[in-house]
C-alpha cells in the first residue's frame, strides 16, 4: 500500500527508529494518533500502547480510553495507561491545564519507555501542527530556531514524529478510507485556546488567500531549517577559531579578533551563553578600556583582560573546607589536597608543595577562596601584603583569582596561596621539629 510506503520511507529517510527496535506509542484515540498506530502495526514494528486518561472530560475520557484499549486487545498489543489528577497539578504548579497535561504525559511516557525498554517514543504530530507551531512563535517573537516547527527528532530527545509527511486533511481521508476507529476530542473544536484559534480561525483565513498556505508554509519551515543549519555551521567554524580553550567551562577570545566580528556575528557565537545584544554592545564599546570590566549573562561572565576576553562559567558559590588533624585527604574544586605530619625537613621546591612548621598550625584549617581584605606576608618579605594587590602583580585575573584555593590557619591567618607562595610566618625554621607537607593536585575523576 502507497501509503504504508511513503511512511517507511519517510522513518528511514530521518532514522526515527529500526525494525528491531520497540516503540513506545502515544495514542490518545484521536485521528493522528490511531493512524500512527495503524501504520506502525501494519509495517510489522514492535510496538506498545501508552494512553494517558487526563479525567478532563468525563465519560469521553472514559470512552477515549476504552477505544484504544479495545484496539490493542484486538491486536494483541502490550497496553498502559494511567489516570492523572491534571486539574490539581496544573493548580499546585501554577500553570495551565494545557501545560499540566503536556509535563504530565512526557514525564510518564519516558518513565515507562525506560521501564518497558523502548527504543522510543512515537507520538502523532503532523504537518499542521508544524505550521500552527510556526505562526505560535512568530505571535510571542522568535529567531531563525523558533521557525523550523516541529522536527521529526531532536538529539536530546526519544520523542519522534513520524506522521511529520502527512498534512491534516491526508490523516483525516486515509481514516476514513481506512476505517480506522477514533474519537474526536471536544476541546479541540474550542477556540479559548491560542494553537486552537491558530488552528480553527488564523490558518482558515490565509487558506483564503491561497489555499494552499499549508503546502507553501511546510517549504518555508524545510528554507528556514537550511538557512539555520548554514547559520550553525559558520558560525561553529568562527566559535572554533575564536574561543579558545584554557580551563574547565573557560575560553578566551583575543580582543584583536573579537574586533573583526560584527555585532551579530559576536552574539550568534555566544548565544548558547545567553549574552543579550546590549550587553555585547556594551562589551564591544569598551574593548580599548581598562581590564577587569565584567559582563554577565544568567549563567556566563565575560571579563576584559589585557589582550584578551575570558568567558567562564559563573562558579557556585563554594564554602570553605575544614581540615582536622586526623584527615590525609580533602578535596575542593577541582583539587584534592594530600597532608602528612613528618619529621623530615628536607626542603622541596615544588610549587603544589607546601612544607609548614608544624608548631605554627593550629586546626581546624580552612581551604577556601579568595576573599575581600585578605593579607599575608610572602615568603622572602618582611611586611604584609594584600592578597588582591599580589594577585595584581601576578597578572591573575578576577576570574581566576576566585579559584585559587587559600589555606587558612585556625588563627586566620593564611598559611598558602596555593599553588603559589607560602607565607613567611609558616617556613620551616632551624629549630622546627615536625613538619606538615601539603600536597595539591587538580583532581582526577
Known amino acids: 500500500m502507497e501509503l504504508i510506503k511513503r511512511f517507511e520511507c519517510y522513518v528511514k529517510e530521518n532514522e526515527l527508529f529500526s525494525q528491531g527496535d520497540k516503540i513506545l506509542v ?44 479495545d484496539f490493542a486487545e484486538e ?27 503536556r509535563e504530565l504525559r512526557y514525564a510518564w511516557f519516558e518513565e515507562l519507555r525506560a521501564k518497558r525498554n523502548c527504543k522510543v517514543i512515537a507520538v502523532a504530530q503532523h504537518i499542521n501542527d508544524a505550521v500552527e507551531t510556526v505562526l505560535f512563535n512568530l505571535s510571542r517573537g522568535t529567531g531563525l530556531q523558533g521557525l523550523q516547527g516541529i522536527l521529526p527528532k531532536r538529539n536530546d530527545s526519544k520523542v519522534v514524529r513520524p506522521l511529520l509527511f502527512l498534512q491534516s486533511k491526508e490523516i483525516t481521508d486515509f481514516v476514513q478510507q481506512l ?19 491558530i488552528r ?79 550587553v555585547l554592545q556594551d562589551l564591544l564599546g569598551s574593548l580599548d578600556k581598562e581590564s577587569g570590566r565584567q559582563f554577565e549573562s544568567e549563567n556566563y561572565i565575560l571579563v576584559k583582560d589585557r589582550e584578551a576576553v575570558i568567558l567562564s562559567k559563573k562558579s557556585e558559590t563554594d564554602e570553605g573546607i575544614q581540615i582536622e588533624e586526623t584527615d590525609t585527604k580533602v578535596l575542593w574544586n ?10 623530615d625537613l628536607k626542603v622541596l621546591y615544588d610549587k603544589g608543595v607546601a612544607q609548614v612548621d608544624f608548631d605554627e598550625v593550629i586546626y581546624p584549617l580552612t581551604i577556601r577562596s579568595w576573599e575581600e581584605g585578605d593579607v599575608f606576608q610572602p615568603l622572602g618579605m618582611q611586611g604584609k601584603k594584600k592578597l588582591s594587590d599580589y594577585f595584581i602583580q601576578k597578572k591573575i585575573n578576577i576570574l581566576d583569582k576566585k579559584q585559587v584555593p587559600i589555606l587558612v590557619n585556625g588563627d586566620g591567618r593564611i598559611i598558602w596561596v596555593v599553588n603559589y607562595h607560602l607565607d613567611e610566618r609558616f617556613k620551616i625554621r632551624d629549630n622546627t621539629q615536625k613538619v606538615l607537607k601539603l600536597v595539591c593536585n587538580l583532581r582526577t575523576i
Open 75 to 101: 491486536h494483541s498489543i502490550a497496553f498502559h495507561v494511567k489516570n492523572f489528577d491534571t486539574i490539581n497539578y496544573a493548580e499546585s504548579n501554577k500553570i495551565s491545564i494545557q501545560m499540566a497535561a
Open 26 to 69: 502515544a495514542v490518545s484515540g484521536g485521528r493522528d494518533s490511531m493512524l500512527l498506530l495503524w501504520l506502525l502495526h501494519k509495517a510489522n514494528f514492535s510496538i506498545e500502547i501508552a494512553h494517558c486518561n487526563f479525567q478532563l472530560r468525563g465519560d469521553e475520557s472514559d470512552a477515549d480510553e476504552k477505544l484504544v484499549r
Open 334 to 343: 577541582d583539587y584534592q589536597f594530600n597532608f602528612e605530619i613528618s619529621e
Open 200 to 278: 480553527l480561525d488564523i490558518i482558515p483565513e490565509f487558506e483564503k488567500l491561497n489555499p494552499e498556505f499549508v503546502t507553501i508554509m511546510d517549504d518555508n519551515i524545510q528554507r528556514f531549517r537550511d538557512s539555520q543549519q548554514v547559520l550553525y555551521s559558520f558560525i561553529s567554524r568562527l566559535r572554533n577559531e575564536i574561543l579558545i580553550l584554557r580551563g574547565k567551562d573557560s575560553w578566551q577570545m583575543l580582543k584583536s579578533e573579537i574586533q573583526k566580528l560584527s555585532m551579530n556575528e559576536l552574539y550568534f557565537m555566544l548565544e548558547p551563553y545567553g549574552f543579550k545584544k546590549n
Open 179 to 197: 476505517g480506522i476507529p477514533f474519537r474526536d476530542d471536544s476541546s479541540n473544536f474550542s477556540n479559548k485556546y491560542a494553537r486552537n484559534k
